[in-house]
């Protein structure tokens, strides 16, 4: 079944002032759904066709050459969108807590490590791509991933990302990412967070 544009979970304005209407409409209506039409593409009378994003992006390896580049670029596009639509929320923000803020503290010390770390990871990404919040199998870790790269394909359990493409925050923050990276972190989802933790 070809993959299909997700609505987003909350109205284009819920997540003023931080991100914006008009960024929310053009992200998710053009370039989300561009990634869903080309992976649609990619893929067509292939045998991962009905496949999953998550199940296509653990096994790009097992793909052909000619599709594996394009799968990877816009399968990819489309899963980190949706996954980022996710992370956020109106009316979120805010800090987390029972399992998950146990297993931040365990990994960095207290929220505030966290939280620098993922900035700096988010405002330190050369060109475009994406900061996440992952679990390896055994502890939280920051990483991030160039231009639609999944940790799904690397193994790794993404938890939470932050889409650092300049689509994402140039028509309100122009060229400051880091003011776009701490106004992001008043949207965070931590119950969708500690969810897919659990």
Known sequence: MPFELPPLPYDYAALEPHIDEQTLHVHHDKHHQTYVDKANAALAGS???NATPDEILRNLGKLPDD???AARNHVGGHANHT???ESMGPGKGGEPSG???SAIEEAFGDLAGFEQAFTDASVNHFGSGWSWLVHDGSTLKVISTHDQESPLSSGLTPL???DVWEHAYYLK???RRPDYVAAWRNVVNWDKVAERLS
Do not use: I
């Open 83 to 85: 996954f980022y639509w």
């Open 99 to 101: 399992a998950l803020a």
């Open 173 to 175: 923050y122009q060229n």
């Open 47 to 49: 045998e991962w066709a």
């Open 67 to 69: 599709r594996r580049t």
């Open 160 to 162: 939470l990302t932050c």
